[in-house]
């Protein structure tokens, strides 16, 4: 038996937050209907934070409130403070993804917020969610690098991953949020990880930047992680952080992961359909994924 490797699909959230285009919530819907046509089951489908900062996520309200309940999906909202968090909770979300930053430069400006202020927080809030009856997830934004304080120290992930764990995450994702890692950052981050919170199942989330998130996800499942986030299209990035581009393409994770002998639930075709209408469609605009261009191997 194959081993098996959730893909979490981040599009309808992190995808579409820092593109130019602002779709109508119909088109959202319609994008959130084809990612589980592909067979979706764990998806980020909102996110509640101040729509004057990330305007294209205004809408997470109404999207909740019309995503399909029966098709054994879980929708994921991204929570950054208590205000979030309620939010997430009225509006019925299946899991709620808290983000922690591992530095303090985009953590002023993102969340104006330091490390030690976001578990802080954390520490606080966490119980909203523990009473709903909610899983509760924490993203450590920045993990490998800022884009204004440069390096990130490593131990500041195991200090902000313990401090999730004790708050009640069960599971802790590493976000690459500016596309600055490497398989060996990777590797050693998850060491680090693993010896702070041994019981929290790991997740990992990668921009493509600089060309190495499909190497990141690579040493993310050579080092065990049976998580990893991706973007239909490789679309995304983050408005507070400059150049930051988008997000390793769900199709791609999937075909190299598959060739490789590992099973995703995915369907490629599909999820390669997927993306040809958001760049033919939808967003009207080329996209990244290398698999949207190339297609499958061996040929259909």
Known sequence: MSRSIEIVEVGPRDGLQNDPVQLETS??????????????????????????????????????????????????????????????IESRCDEINYVMVASEGFGKR???????????????????????????????????????????????????????????????ALGDTIGVATPWQVSKALEIVREAAPKARLRLHFHNTRNTAIANVYAAVEAGVDVIDASAGGIGGCPFAPKATG???????????????????????????????????ALKHPIESALSKAGPFPPR
Do not use: C
């Open 27 to 88: 088109v959202k819907l319609d994008f959130i209907d084809r990612l589980i046509d592909a067979g979706v089951k764990r998806m980020e489908a909102a996110s509640f934070v101040n729509p004057k900062a990330v305007p294209k996520m205004a809408d997470s309200i109404a999207v909740m409130e019309q995503v399909p309940r029966d098709k054994g999906v879980s929708f994921i909202g991204l929570a950054l403070n208590e205000r979030g968090m309620r939010q997430a």
């Open 110 to 172: 993102n969340q104006n917020a330091t490390p030690q202020d976001t578990a802080d927080l954390l520490d606080r809030i966490a119980v909203l969610a523990h009473d709903a009856g909610i899983p509760l997830s924490a993203t450590i934004s920045v993990a490998f690098g800022d884009p204004f304080d440069g390096e990130v120290d490593p131990a500041i992930l195991g200090e902000l991953a313990g401090r999730a764990a004790a708050a009640g995450a069960t599971e802790i």
């Open 247 to 281: 997000n390793v393409a769900t199709e791609d994770v999937v075909y190299m992961l598959e060739r490789g002998g590992f099973s995703t639930g995915i369907d490629l075709d599909k999820m390669i359909e997927t993306a040809h209408w958001l760049e033919q469609i």
